[in-house]
């Protein structure tokens, strides 16, 4: 890994170092933890329910499998609203500067012509930014926003099955350090991703759709001359790779390959993965020959969407990838765990005073009701560039880039496409928008107070 990230990973971690240890929590041997929430899964999803439910003082443990924070390749871009969303809930506080950036363009280049290109601030002058941030270092600040008095974060965790009572679901059991443990909740929340385990369990089955491509990422240090200013894609008929800029001076790039087809990839060797990408952004041949020296440098993600019609059982709710799998296109993913735990930790409160869980339930029935309009809007975006990605030949090449110079040349199609991806939060009646600043207005109350 390039030694400029590891020194930006590391102050984050020595500055939130006190407040992650405060947030951590070593369960004694044969302890039955009892909370109101049980969240499964601490990636983005799961510690954004866990950071806003302790801000509206509910009692929350959350069970993460992994012992830290630390994980290669998962989604670094964070889109507008969420940006919007994680600065209320004091997420950005906890960042350093130089732990994050902002992007301010797109750029898309077909056979080695550009074909559109944009910058956001024509889209919400004055509005956040899409912003750059390494997955672990934003988990991290999460947790440090917290408040600790509230919120329990269970490391090294492994959930084994649900636990049951009269036929709703009130738990887990969980393996930790060869140990079985308990956690009793009034509900448990299903935030274990894409691969995740506990909504099977809680038999809500997902329909999964792969893709026509699957993603080999690598990560680079960008040179001088590289715009890292914007998003970037360059593509000749079928080919393509996703060029975007991170900190402190690297470039992630996504080149597409067949579904399934890392063996293949390998079997032809290292120097035609560095000529495939040579060929389609000429500007990092030399950088990625140089730098990509073992398939140990290279990553792969299985590219498919899932659909849940189902998001909750009495006593269970999924959230994030765990109910709704996006593609990477647009960081839309991410994105929208972000909101779904947001809008989850507003309904929930309320729900809990009651002492019946009916209303526990019908706030989890809730959740999909608000927010499975705005996934279903992304994936249909995502599908229709999943379609221009997989073009090719004359016509279907001539025609994906008569489109993108349309919308190019359009400033309405730019705000009507992005904008309502980017920006849903501007709209004055969005409901999530109404959710976030409940949660900014308690917090601030909350930090007024100290």
Same mark, same amino acid.
């Given at each position: 890994?390039?030694?400029?990230?590891?020194?930006?990973?590391?102050?984050?971690?020595?500055?939130?170092?006190?407040?992650?240890?405060? &947030?951590?929590?070593?369960?004694?041997? !044969?302890?039955?933890?009892?909370?109101?929430?049980?969240?499964?899964?601490?990636?983005?999803?799961?510690?954004?329910?866990?950071?806003?439910?302790?801000?509206?003082?509910?009692?929350?443990?959350?069970?993460?499998? $992994?012992?830290?924070? $630390?994980?290669? =390749?998962?989604?670094?871009?964070?889109?507008?609203?969420?940006? =919007?969303?994680?600065?209320?809930?004091?997420?950005?506080?906890?960042?350093?500067?130089?732990?994050?950036?902002?992007?301010?363009?797109?750029?898309?280049?077909?056979?080695?012509? #550009?074909?559109?290109?944009?910058? =956001?601030?024509?889209?919400?002058?004055?509005?956040?930014?899409?912003?750059?941030?390494?997955?672990?270092?934003?988990? @991290?600040?999460?947790?440090?926003?917290?408040?600790?008095?509230?919120?329990?974060?269970?490391?090294?965790?492994?959930?084994?099955?649900?636990?049951?009572?009269?036929?709703?679901?009130?738990?887990?059991?969980?393996?930790?350090?060869?140990?079985?443990?308990?956690?009793?909740?009034?509900?448990?929340?299903?935030?274990?991703?894409?691969?995740?385990?506990?909504?099977?369990?809680?038999?809500?089955?997902?329909?999964?759709?792969?893709?026509?491509?699957? =993603?080999?990422?690598?990560?680079?240090?960008?040179?001088?001359?590289?715009?890292?200013?914007?998003?970037?894609?360059?593509?000749?008929?079928?080919?393509?790779?996703?060029?975007?800029?991170?900190?402190?001076?690297?470039?992630?790039?996504?080149?597409?390959?067949?579904?399934?087809?890392?063996?293949?990839?390998?079997?032809? !060797?290292?120097?035609?993965?560095?000529?495939?990408?040579?060929?389609?952004?000429?500007?990092?041949?030399?950088?990625?020959?140089?730098?990509? !020296?073992?398939?140990r440098d290279t990553s792969v993600l299985d590219i498919f969407t899932s659909y849940t #019609?189902?998001?909750?059982?009495?006593?269970?709710?999924?959230?994030?990838?765990?109910?709704?799998?996006?593609? #990477?296109?647009?960081?839309?993913?991410?994105?929208?765990?972000?909101?779904?735990?947001?809008?989850?930790?507003?309904?929930?409160?309320?729900?809990?005073?009651?002492?019946?869980?009916?209303?526990?339930? @019908?706030?989890?029935?809730?959740?999909?009701?608000?927010?499975?309009?705005?996934?279903?809007?992304?994936?249909?975006?995502?599908?229709?560039?999943?379609?221009?990605?997989?073009?090719?030949?004359?016509?279907?090449?001539? &025609?994906?880039?008569?489109?993108?110079?349309?919308?190019?040349?359009?400033?309405?199609?730019?705000?009507?496409?992005? &904008?309502?991806?980017?920006?849903?939060?501007?709209n004055s009646d969005n409901v999530t928008r109404h959710a976030v600043d409940r949660l900014?207005?308690?917090?601030?109350?909350?930090?007024?107070?100290?």
């Amino acid at each position: 890994m390039n030694s400029s990230l590891v020194t930006v990973e590391k102050d984050i971690r020595t500055r939130n170092q006190g407040a992650a240890i405060v &947030g951590e929590y070593n369960p004694n041997e !044969g302890e039955t933890i009892v909370t109101d929430v049980l969240v499964v899964g601490g990636g983005p999803a799961g510690m954004v329910l866990g950071l806003a439910l302790s801000i509206n003082g509910v009692d929350v443990t959350v069970l993460e499998s $992994s012992a830290t924070s $630390s994980r290669s =390749f998962r989604g670094e871009s964070i889109s507008p609203d969420s940006v =919007f969303t994680l600065r209320s809930l004091g997420v950005f506080d906890q960042l350093p500067a130089a732990s994050h950036m902002s992007v301010d363009g797109l750029r898309i280049v077909d056979s080695g012509n #550009p074909v559109l290109s944009l910058r =956001f601030e024509e889209l919400r002058a004055d509005s956040e930014l899409p912003t750059e941030v390494p997955q672990d270092v934003l988990l @991290d600040a999460m947790v440090a926003a917290a408040d600790h008095n509230r919120l329990r974060l269970v490391r090294s965790a492994t959930v084994s099955e649900l636990v049951r009572t009269a036929g709703r679901i009130s738990g887990v059991r969980y393996r930790r350090d060869g140990a079985i443990h308990e956690v009793r909740s009034r509900v448990v929340v299903a935030a274990d991703g894409r691969y995740g385990t506990t909504a099977a369990m809680a038999s809500l089955p997902s329909r999964r759709k792969p893709m026509q491509r699957d =993603f080999l990422w690598v990560k680079v240090t960008a040179p001088d001359t590289w715009d890292r200013s914007c998003y970037q894609v360059h593509m000749k008929a079928d080919s393509h790779v996703m060029c975007i800029p991170t900190v402190p001076d690297l470039v992630r790039l996504g080149v597409n390959i067949p579904p399934g087809g890392l063996r293949e990839i390998r079997a032809s !060797g290292l120097s035609a993965l560095h000529a495939k990408i040579g060929k389609l952004v000429p500007e990092l041949a030399d950088t990625v020959a140089e730098q990509v !020296g073992s398939w140990r440098d290279t990553s792969v993600l299985d590219i498919f969407t899932s659909y849940t #019609p189902r998001w909750s059982t009495p006593g269970l709710v999924a959230i994030g990838d765990a109910a709704h799998t996006l593609s #990477p296109v647009l960081a839309q993913g991410v994105n929208h765990a972000i909101l779904d735990g947001v809008v989850l930790a507003d309904l929930l409160p309320a729900a809990l005073t009651h002492p019946t869980d009916i209303s526990v339930d @019908d706030a989890c029935r809730r959740l999909q009701e608000i927010r499975e309009p705005s996934v279903e809007i992304a994936r249909s975006l995502q599908m229709r560039q999943e379609m221009a990605f997989a073009q090719r030949g004359v016509v279907g090449e001539f &025609g994906r880039r008569s489109i993108y110079r349309a919308i190019g040349n359009s400033a309405f199609l730019k705000k009507r496409i992005w &904008g309502s991806i980017y920006y849903s939060l501007l709209n004055s009646d969005n409901v999530t928008r109404h959710a976030v600043d409940r949660l900014a207005a308690r917090r601030a109350g909350e930090t007024s107070s100290v």
